[in-house]
């Protein structure tokens, strides 16, 4: 009886660890940065915290775009998109569930959009309006002040 008690006592034990290391990991995977960009280190991609919306043309463009300080900004891909829809970093962004731009294109006029309600994949013509987050590589030290705010 005293080691059925003792199995019982530890299965508890393992599963109670369980519970608590979800948040220690999502701790140390994702940063609000506090300048509008969301770093998730798992993925070691930083992303926007707001979106926007528009076509894929005006998604392509970013040769313009700062954020955070960083100018080398693109559109994600279809991957990045889907990994940031199951990443708990995604519960520090603006999120809408609906369509968002990938930069994978499907032909000339059509392009793939990631479904942030569920999760699917599906492509659409390119001057369709979906929302529009930008991503950039973590370890990169692009920034137009050249502040160094961490590297890998």
């Known amino acids: 009886m005293k080691k059925l008690y003792a199995v019982a006592a530890m299965a508890v034990m393992l599963c109670l ?15 609000d940065n506090g300048d509008g960009t969301v770093t998730d280190y798992n993925s070691r991609l930083m992303w926007q915290k707001n979106i926007s919306a528009g ?39 603006v ?17 793939w959009v990631v479904d942030f ?16 987050r930008f991503v950039r590589n973590a370890h990169s030290n692009t920034k137009s002040n050249t502040k160094v705010i961490r590297k890998f």
């Open 117 to 132: 309600s569920n999760g699917s994949m599906r492509y659409e013509v390119v001057f369709n309006n979906h929302f529009i």
């Open 95 to 111: 999120v809408k569930n609906e369509g968002y731009w990938s930069s994978d294109s499907y032909n000339d006029s059509a392009a």
């Open 17 to 31: 660890a369980g519970f608590v290391m979800p948040g220690v990991t999502f701790a140390q995977q994702c940063l």
């Open 55 to 93: 076509n894929w043309t005006r998604a392509n463009h970013t040769a313009d775009i700062t954020i955070g300080g960083h100018s080398d900004w693109r559109l994600p891909s279809k991957g990045e998109l889907f990994n940031l829809y199951n990443s708990v970093c995604k519960s520090m962004m």
